[in-house]
């Protein structure tokens, strides 16, 4: 007899590599969800999603967004945009060339986290979901069945680590988070942009145009929202559409366009930038706008000296502070020890070579340092600089800067018969103090910029990268490394002085607390670098956007008192584990931090 015995059956396993989503919906049915869930995202933003307008933004109307029911219309259009070209829609694909499936599940992730805090903001402040109108749980509703869509795409898995039979169990869970942390990686990783079409210089331009005029509307809504749900809401939804946009492959594809035509993007962004004031019906929010020009012109100072040159200075702020004294010293205040007015061409050039002078002294006998050592010694400057003019006040030594109570009462400026303190009408426009210093440090940023740009593609700028990369090498080579590093100090201690001369005018007062290592209202020396490694050092528009970020930001959490530190660190620390080499790295530098990333076929003087 004969016994024939059968294998018993194991269960299949899924092929790590085999793709599929993180939701277990059919990919068809996914998509679908995904796309009209934006959809009726777009249609609900026009529903009422509360009773009553003590919800700020009033939210009561119907036929009619507002307040942070536009911000997820945005969402959801793009959602649906975004859905659509997944399907291969004529006339999108321009819009996703590096693929669909990530930037749909961004966009998707953005209008939902936008719609769900909307809602639960409504349920806190009015005590309950009762106050939720039909439009609330409308939103609700289509933003979850959306994102869980846009989940459901395929992706391709990376294969698991395996586990170590020696592991002990807190061993085998890091291995299971690791893993599960790849395939979310996976989940939203995108693909390689398609080539692009070649197209006339015109039409490019006109892209760099249209380019430059979204980014005006959007930090002239930023700079204007009026509560604090609704920032909170347009930091969501911006933060998400611009993730959205580079994983479609559009940021690459725009910075590609705008490397081929440097001077007109620079020209653009320069007025569009000068257009600002006269989008505001007020001086309220130019006020903010010259002091991040202010902050974010010294922040570019400081990128020649971290960003190129590779020096660590935690002491800038008090170049800032040279100038600023300078110029409070000889522009006719009545605190000033000097009964002199200097023109201010004369004031800003003296308070620019006073601030070099500094930089040389301080950089002579210190730059033989590196690293760690050479932080500490400029940050022991900054704090003598501080330390220096507060007691210089004729007690406890010379009456040069009234100690504590600084330089106060600084006249307005006057240049060749503008007065910049006063209202001033142009074509119907009417600018008033701050909106004049905010087209004159406009220009002063202008300056910085083409300095910066013309030293960096220099042959002292290769230099300088040379002695970042590798200062033994460099040496090697040939390179005067004291001479070079000594250049770059005194450069940026140069442009930083400058940017004081004007901020000494606007402020009206200069005192030695303004110039401190960190506070909480920049500039000072902590946030001027988190601003150039914030935005990326190396670049220009990096600590530019870097600034203004680290400027506005804490401005508008002010709701959170004594949280707001906290919560700023926080995103802080985020942003530098999932993106160290800031928001607009050069090539090199992303690079360093994304070895899988495709290597550039050519790289500039600079690294960009």
Do not use: C
């Not at 929010?285 to 010294?298: C, H, N, R």
């Not at 300078?326 to 201010?344: I, L, R």
């Not at 500490?376 to 040069?400: A, C, H, K, Q, Y």
Request: no cysteine; net charge neutral.
């Amino acid at each position: 007899m004969t016994t024939q015995t059968t294998a018993p059956e194991t269960p299949s396993t899924p092929n790590p590599g085999t793709p599929k989503g993180l939701v277990a919906i059919p990919p068809t049915i996914g998509r679908a969800l995904a796309t009209g869930g934006g959809a009726l995202t777009v249609v609900s933003a026009f529903l009422a999603w509360t009773w009553t307008s003590e919800f700020p933004g009033d939210l009561t109307v119907y036929g009619y967004p507002g307040g942070l029911q536009v911000l997820v219309l945005i969402g959801g259009a793009l959602t649906t945009l975004f859905g659509l070209a997944s399907y291969g829609v004529k006339g999108l694909g321009w819009l996703v060339p590096a693929g669909a499936s990530s930037s749909l599940k961004l966009a998707a992730l953005g209008a939902f986290a936008t719609a769900w805090f909307t809602v639960i903001a409504i349920t806190v402040q009015l005590g309950g979901i009762v106050n939720l109108e039909p439009g609330g749980y409308i939103v609700a509703i289509a933003t979850l069945a959306a994102l869980l869509g846009a989940l459901s795409l395929p992706f391709q898995r990376p294969e698991p680590d395996i586990a170590d039979p020696e592991d002990t169990p807190r061993e085998r869970l890091l291995l299971d988070v690791r893993n599960q942390v790849s395939v979310i990686k996976a989940a939203f990783a995108s693909g390689t942009p398609t080539p692009a079409r070649k197209i006339p210089a015109y039409a490019e331009i006109l892209i760099i145009v249209a380019v430059l005029a979204l980014g005006l509307i959007v930090f002239t809504y930023g700079i204007g929202t009026e509560y604090d749900e609704l920032f909170v809401g347009f930091l969501i939804i911006t933060g998400f559409s611009f993730a959205a946009a580079a994983k479609a492959g559009l940021v690459s594809r725009i910075s590609g366009i705008t490397a081929k035509h440097r001077n007109v993007t620079m020209l653009g962004a320069f007025l569009a930038a000068a257009a600002f004031p006269f989008t505001q019906s007020d001086d309220q929010y130019a006020t903010i706008g010259v002091y991040i020009l202010i902050f974010a012109t010294v922040a570019l100072g400081l990128n020649i000296v971290v960003g190129l040159a590779g020096l660590l200075d935690l002491g800038y702020v008090a170049f800032l502070g040279v100038g600023a004294y300078t110029a409070a010293m000889v522009s006719g205040s009545p605190s000033s020890p000097f009964d002199v007015h200097f023109p201010f061409w004369a004031a800003a050039l003296l308070g620019a070579a006073v601030a070099m002078v500094f930089g040389v002294l301080i950089g002579a006998p210190t730059l033989r340092l590196r690293g760690d050592y050479l932080a500490i010694v400029t940050l022991g400057f900054g704090e003598i600089f501080r330390i220096g003019v507060l007691n210089m006040d004729g007690t406890s030594g010379p009456d040069l800067t009234n100690g504590s109570n600084g330089i106060s009462s600084i006249p307005n400026l006057n240049i060749l018969g503008f007065d910049f303190g006063a209202e001033h009408s142009f074509g119907g426009f009417t600018i008033a103090r701050f909106a004049n210093y905010f087209l004159l440090m406009l220009l002063i940023t202008l300056i910085v910029v083409v300095v910066f740009r013309r030293s960096g593609d220099s042959r002292i700028g290769r230099a300088w990268v040379a002695i970042r990369e590798d200062e033994t090498a460099a040496l090697a080579m040939g390179i005067n490394g004291f001479r070079v590093k000594l250049i770059a100090f005194a450069l940026g201690a140069t442009l930083a002085g400058l940017a004081g001369t004007v901020q000494a005018h606007v402020t009206y007062t200069v005192t030695p607390e303004q110039y401190t290592f960190a506070n909480v209202v920049p500039p000072n020396s902590a946030f001027l670098l988190a601003a150039v490694v914030l935005g990326g050092m190396g670049t220009i528009s990096g600590p530019l956007v870097g600034a203004a970020l680290l400027y506005l930001i804490p401005a508008k959490l002010q709701f959170l008192d004594n949280y707001q530190l906290l919560a700023f660190g926080l995103a802080l620390v985020l942003l530098m584990r999932f993106r160290p080499e800031g928001l607009i790295p050069n090539r090199r530098r992303q690079l360093e931090f994304h070895e899988e990333a495709e290597a550039p076929t050519v790289l500039s003087k600079a690294g960009a």
